[in-house]
């Protein structure tokens, strides 16, 4: 099995850690922002009964 050319490097995410962990909480709110939005949306459309 051949490792990597670049003995000395390494992967982005393990040089900056903290960027890693603030985009993957930006991502994960997002979501998490999109389907509470999108299932209220629904749920609104359905009670008022204009779908």
Do not use: N
């Not at 670049?6 to 997002?30: I, M, Q, T």
């Not at 389907?35 to 209220?40: I, R, S």
């Amino acid at each position: 099995m051949r490792r990597s050319s670049a003995r000395g490097r390494r992967r982005w995410s393990e040089s900056h850690p903290h960027l890693v962990a603030v985009l993957s909480f930006v991502v994960a709110a997002a979501l998490g922002t999109a389907l509470v939005t999108g299932t209220y949306y629904l749920l609104a459309l359905a009670t008022s009964g204009d779908y």
